[in-house]
């Protein structure tokens, strides 16, 4: 049996890993299960279907419901206690939204765990560290992002020693709701409508980062992160369907591609199984069905929020994580209805103007960046026209 700690188990990633684990009782043991805190019912209900020793919740709100509904094991509170997951088995998943997955991610490296890493910020605000973490404890992480999980198995078509055989990675995006629209048309969009995405079925700060295409550029600066591939050739093609979750072509002409149906639960079962592969399938394709794969080039007249993700990540030190900072507390802003759809690229840009040149040699340093892009993204909400 493989133990398993989850991070963020209310969420998206969280219940579906639950699902994948689940599918595959004799192979994988749930022995903690970590969230926000906010949504007792389920974190509850999720506790006594496995029994977990460990349950762990960010906020210390409903620490007293908690306490009496919980089945039997430790509970732990606050930021640390989440993060502490990241030690608590054999395989962490990081499925904690936003920065806020920072520290599960360093603390499943730093002792040395596997981390099915669905959290992409950590790597995107946190790289150098994460990095440095990595290589201190030579941690494996797996992604469990779709596209980087797509590279991940494309990867396994290339010799272990020829990794200057990559021309380049070629990460699909859905183009998500607003795909064929001009800017120009894009103006009065409603959160309702960014809400609405076409193929994937996310939590919302990630269907509203695709709708801008936001997603797409951390993705971007993950895949260069998880990697060590440079800016030049990571490339984004638009591709209606996500059937084709992303591709590699190699230095012979050579493209590998992996293809599956939408579905998370094949990314998880990935990250969780791997060298090997669980036995349950998710998202097979019916090739009855299946009858056109489409490819078009992203429009970045609509959608800058992908050049503004390559222009940080290009520069690097603690401007990805201004990026992301910026984007998180537009996003808000946005699901609060304070700013319009189109507006959330614009504050972005202009939070990077101000970004103060800091480096991300250390956690504390990206902490700190992180904490002073939010104050300057707030003060030029206040203010946003
Ligand atoms: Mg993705």
């Excluded at 209310?10 to 926000?36: F, K, M």
């Excluded at 995006?173 to 607003?178: D, K, L, V, Y």
């Excluded at 638009?238 to 059937?243: E, I, K, M, R, T």
């Excluded at 072509?249 to 050579?254: K, L, P, V």
Aim: include cysteine; aromatic fraction near 4%; charged fraction near 20%.
């Amino acid at each position: 049996m493989t133990t398993v700690a989850i991070a963020g188990s209310t969420g998206s990633i969280g219940t579906q890993t639950l699902e994948v684990v689940a599918a595959e009782p004799d192979r994988y043991q749930v022995v903690a299960l970590g969230a926000g805190g906010g949504n007792v019912d389920l974190l509850v209900a999720q506790a006594h279907a496995v029994g977990p020793a460990v349950v762990a919740v960010a906020e210390a709100t409903h620490l007293d419901e908690l306490k009496v509904r919980l089945p039997p094991c430790e509970l732990r509170v606050g930021e640390e206690g989440l993060a502490s997951l990241g030690a608590e088995a054999e395989v962490c998943v990081n499925g904690v939204v936003g920065f806020a997955g920072l520290a599960v991610t360093l603390a499943a490296l730093g002792a040395g765990r596997r981390l099915a890493l669905a959290n992409k910020e950590s790597l995107i605000a946190g790289g150098p560290v994460v990095a440095r973490a990595r290589a201190a404890t030579g941690a494996e992480l797996v992604p469990v992002d779709s596209e980087h999980c797509a590279v991940h198995q494309c990867l396994r078509a290339m010799a272990p020693d020829g990794p200057d055989r990559v021309a380049r990675i070629v990460l699909t995006a859905s183009g998500g709701p607003f795909r064929g629209r001009s800017r120009a048309e894009l103006a009065g969009v409603s959160v309702d409508d960014a809400l609405a995405h076409p193929t994937w079925s996310m939590g919302p700060k990630i269907t509203v980062d695709s709708s801008t295409l936001m997603n797409k550029g951390l993705e971007v600066i993950e895949a260069h992160e998880l990697f060590g591939v440079d800016y030049d050739r990571i490339e984004v093609v638009v591709h209606p369907q996500s059937v084709v979750h992303s591709m590699v072509e190699f230095t012979d002409g050579a493209t590998v591609a992996q293809l599956s149906l939408p579905d998370m639960r094949l990314p998880i079962g990935y990250a969780l199984a791997w060298p090997d592969r669980i036995g349950t399938p998710f998202g097979r394709i019916d090739w009855s069905r299946l009858s056109r794969l489409d490819f078009q080039p992203p429009d970045h007249d609509a959608f800058p929020s992908l050049g503004l993700a390559y222009e940080a990540g290009r520069v690097g030190g603690t401007v990805p994580a201004w990026l992301n900072a910026a984007n998180e507390v537009a996003v808000a802003a946005f699901l609060d209805r304070a700013i319009s759809w189109i507006s959330i690229p614009d504050v972005v840009a202009a939070a990077l103007d101000r970004h103060d040149g800091s480096p991300a040699d250390s956690a504390d340093e990206v902490i700190a960046a992180d904490r002073r892009a939010r104050e300057e993204t707030r003060r030029l909400i206040e203010r946003w026209p």
